[in-house]
């Protein structure tokens, strides 16, 4: 704004003595959004006025209106003619949308608040409760390593101990066993997964992992406020990720693998980042005295990747979350084939299933803040709280798509009006008498939703009242189809006619025995057509279709 | 194929590379990926030159006989190499959006298998759309593999204008149906301004054909995204299939590309070169 108003200033003062259409000139540099209406009006009064203190205070009277509605920033309001005093503000408005889940953490899972499944211990690292567990209740987890989410997994076994005694669940390993020890007995208790149950929890935190992951992952695909600095050379990269690989892996052939197999990003950049500035080098660990030496000796020895023996770097990629216990090395060598001699040949129907969405969107009620996932709920509620029956209405209306779109829109801004304490307010009940009138809520402005995230206006009835057309209610126009080739005829022609007649002659008239003027023609252009036609041009004969019949072709006439 | 053709040729422009081949099967999940060279934007050294069309359109498109995607789509010619694609909407035009990657599973002999399904839309925002699905044991390689069925599967899409006739087509030309499933997705023409109304999902897809404005109604099981998007796509894919009134007049005939260039193909690209040589290698 303040760079403007130093133009504008700086036109004013240059301007007193100089042409009105100047100012009017330099104004519009200076904010390029003059209305056509604004600009006449200033050209005529100038014109008019001779004395130029008049030109100057109707310059000034132009400034003063135009800070005052950018230093308010409310467009100029519409006259929109309805019998409301106030006029609505058409912002649009969103219902909360739900953020997601938050980030999940790189490496280390949260261990904070670990419960101990048989007492009231509670601990917040994990050595500390495994070690309570051994110690006090000689209490055994086995692939405690593998288990995706400690804390949740102790929970859930916390709620289960204290249905069922511990025996239901654990094998019992009884120590010292043998005649010969002289130890006395211990008995240890050992949670495996060799019990389904245990196996199912297992598994679903694990995948519970996994889509956290893989979320995580479309998080920083979609990143567009990457910024990073290279690791070796001095650029810097802005935008995706995804160009900041696109270097490493071109112009300094470092090889990380491919973007889309990692996932946090930020944090393993950090990282070698962190092993570069401590002079390590990343595929070997050999620790150098400086910089240079360690990049002669990533250059010589073409050790431009990162260990893949470091367990370090596993946390980074997703192939290592698929099953727990599992890392990369493991999966490769795996026996993949199907336990079954014939594979089910994938279908395309089981390709596209299978992908459902826990959370359902849910319509929200025209008059409160009720929710629900479906709509014949919502309109049961509707009818039932607020005594406004929707359906009853549009039957009895008989009212087309359009209407009831714009019919929704109109109570929801009425409502949104209403509780934002302006003076129309909406409710139930002088809703249905206010809606036998057509004219108030049937104008072209509900046709664009008041809520963004409006779910109910996705789920309207539509019967087959007609798709195109007159049936539609509404005119709407086809885009014209591109003509892709000229009809054999025209290419046949134009050889035809390049064969005969070459280049700067005029061909006779018989030629236009071929030609029909197209649908618009005036009638000086037809005969000029029909007396001497094209000339020929220096290039060549230009045949251009006229896309509007494809019948008719016709010739350029205007070439020179 | 022409992938593995690829690789190699690949390999000696990278200089840093021929260590890095040897474990290659160690190179912990990326070295497989890695090695073909292409992907997004990756390995981007290989270009158009690479591509050895196997398909008679593809040598055509090659050529230059085809000067446009619509030529293909008039005679219905189905596309089997997604540079064909890429030939006509170049590099920059058409968008790829990895819509959902998914963990599925599958029983093994060595128990469960897990895999990355990966479903992509690609579109150019400016009435070309294409959906694809691929599963993978990495989700790069799925992601690849559906970027590619997703241009294989690309298609025209017909925009109209709401009341009159100015400016750049922005809804769909009249009410369409499309049905995957259980899902039924119709799609109602709007005025200038409203914005796609609908659900994320086909709101995506919409914007990616360059549908600026367009109401929809949907129903059945939408909560099964799968479905919600191919029944989005079958609907699109119907607003050049309605014959609306504009298309009541006579339809002038042309010769298909198979038929028009059948001496070209000939001369060029016959068979019998191709055939000598497989015998030479056998």
Redesign the interface.
């Known amino acids: 704004m303040f760079p403007w108003i130093k133009k504008a200033v700086a036109a004013l003062v240059g301007s007193l003595w100089s042409q009105p259409y100047a100012v009017c000139s330099s104004l519009l540099v200076a904010r390029r959004s003059v209305t056509s209406q604004e600009w006449w009006v200033t050209l005529e009064l100038a014109k008019r006025t001779s004395l130029g203190v008049l030109r100057l205070c109707l310059v000034v009277v132009i400034l003063v209106v135009r800070i005052w509605t950018a230093l308010l920033r409310r467009p100029l309001r519409v006259d929109s003619g309805t019998d409301v005093g106030e006029k609505p503000v058409l912002e649009t408005l969103t219902f909360g949308s739900k953020d997601g889940s938050g980030e999940a953490s790189p490496g280390a899972e949260t261990v904070a608040n670990l419960p101990c499944p048989q007492c009231s211990y509670v601990s917040d690292s994990k050595e500390d409760i495994l070690a309570h567990l051994i110690l006090t209740h000689k209490f055994l987890i086995a692939d405690v390593n593998f288990v995706a989410n400690l804390s949740e997994y102790l929970s859930y076994w916390k709620k289960r101990l204290e249905e069922k005694p511990l025996s239901e669940f654990c094998s019992k390993i009884v120590t010292n066993s043998g005649t010969k020890d002289e130890a006395p007995k211990e008995e240890f208790y050992l949670l495996c997964d060799a019990l389904p149950e245990d196996k199912k929890i297992r598994e679903s935190l694990q995948r519970k992992k996994l889509e956290a992951v893989l979320a995580q992952q479309q998080k920083e695909r979609e990143e567009t406020k990457f910024c990073r600095q290279c690791l070796f050379c001095k650029q810097t990269f802005c935008g995706n990720r995804a160009v900041l690989f696109d270097h490493l892996l071109r112009d300094h052939s470092f090889h990380m693998g491919q973007a889309d197999n990692l996932v946090f990003t930020n944090e393993l950049f950090d990282l070698i980042q962190f092993k570069l500035d401590s002079q390590l080098c990343l595929f070997c660990e050999k620790s150098f005295k400086d910089k240079a030496s360690l990049r002669e000796h990533m250059r010589k020895k073409q050790h431009r990747k990162i260990n893949p023996k470091n367990k370090e770097y596993d946390q980074f990629y997703i192939i290592n979350y698929m099953e727990m216990g599992k890392n990369w090395e493991s999966l490769q060598s795996e026996d993949n084939r199907p336990v079954s001699n014939h594979e089910k040949p994938a279908n395309e129907e089981e390709e596209w299933s299978g992908w459902t969405e826990d959370s359902e969107p849910r319509v929200v009620c025209l008059f409160c803040d009720f929710s629900c996932p479906n709509q014949s709920d919502l309109l049961a509620h509707m009818k039932e709280k607020h005594g406004f029956d929707l359906q009853d209405v549009n039957q009895k209306l008989q009212l087309n798509f359009y209407q009831k779109v714009k019919l929704i829109n109109y109570i929801r801004r009425q409502v949104s009006a209403a509780l934002s304490g302006a003076r129309h307010a909406m409710c139930a009940n002088t809703a249905v008498p206010m809606i036998r009138g057509t004219s108030v809520w049937d104008q072209p402005q509900y046709f664009f939703p008041t809520y963004e995230d409006d779910t109910l206006l996705c789920q309207l009835d539509d019967d087959d009242e007609g798709a195109a057309g007159d049936a539609l209610g509404v005119t709407v126009i086809a885009e014209e189809i591109p003509l892709v080739r000229d009809s054999i005829l025209t290419e046949k022609l134009c050889r035809e006619l390049q064969k005969a007649y070459p280049i700067g002659c005029i061909f006779p008239s018989q030629a236009a025995g071929y030609l029909k003027p197209p649908v618009g023609t005036s009638a000086a252009t037809k005969a000029f057509l029909n007396d001497t036609v094209a000339v020929t041009t220096l290039s060549s004969i230009s045949c251009q279709m006229f896309s509007v019949d494809q019948n008719i072709l016709s010739m350029d006439v205007s070439s020179t | 194929m022409a992938d593995a053709a690829a690789a190699p040729a690949g390999d000696s422009q990278?200089?840093?590379?021929?260590?890095?081949f040897g474990?290659r099967?160690?190179?912990?999940?990326?070295g497989r990926?890695?090695g073909r060279g292409r992907?997004?934007?990756?390995?981007?050294?290989e270009g158009d030159k690479d591509w050895v069309p196997v398909t008679k359109l593809g040598r055509l498109v090659q050529d230059g006989k085809i000067?446009?995607l619509?030529?293909i789509y008039?005679f219905s010619l189905p596309i089997k190499e997604c540079d064909i694609i890429d030939t006509f909407l170049g590099t920059g035009v058409l968008k790829d959006e990895?819509l959902?990657?998914?963990?599925?599973q599958?029983?093994?002999?060595?128990g469960?298998?897990?895999r990355?399904?990966a479903?992509v839309a690609v579109g150019d925002y400016n009435g070309h759309v294409g959906l694809g699905?691929k599963?993978s044991?990495?989700?790069?390689t799925a992601?690849r593999g559906a970027i590619i069925l997703a241009k294989l599967s690309v298609i025209p899409v017909?925009?109209?204008?709401?009341?009159?006739?100015i400016g750049k087509?922005h809804?769909v030309?009249?009410?369409?149906t499309g049905k995957?499933?259980s899902v039924l997705v119709?799609l109602?023409?709007?005025?200038r301004?409203?914005?796609i109304?609908?659900?994320p999902v086909p709101k995506k897809l919409l914007h990616m054909a360059g549908i600026e404005d367009c109401?929809?109604?949907?129903?059945g099981a939408?909560?099964?995204?799968?479905?919600f998007?191919?029944a989005t796509y079958a609907a699109i894919a119907k607003t050049y299939a309605?014959l609306?009134?504009?298309?009541w007049?006579?339809?002038?005939f042309?010769?298909p590309p198979y038929q028009e260039f059948t001496d070209y193909l000939m001369k060029n690209h016959s068979r019998s070169n191709v055939q000598r040589q497989e015998q030479k290698v056998y």
Do not use: H
């Open positions: 990278r200089g840093g590379f021929r260590g890095g474990d099967g160690r190179g912990r999940g990326r990926g890695r992907g997004r934007g990756r390995g981007a050294k000067k446009s619509e030529e008039l990895v959902k990657i998914m963990p599925v599958k029983q093994t002999r060595a469960q298998r897990t990355f399904k479903f699905v599963c044991k990495e989700v790069a992601i017909r925009r109209g204008y709401w009341g009159n006739k087509p809804t030309p009249c009410k369409v995957c499933g119709r109602i023409p709007a005025p301004g409203t914005g109304v609908s659900a109401y929809t109604s949907a129903t939408t909560s099964t995204l799968g479905n998007a191919k309605y609306t009134p504009d298309l007049k006579e339809t002038v042309t010769k």
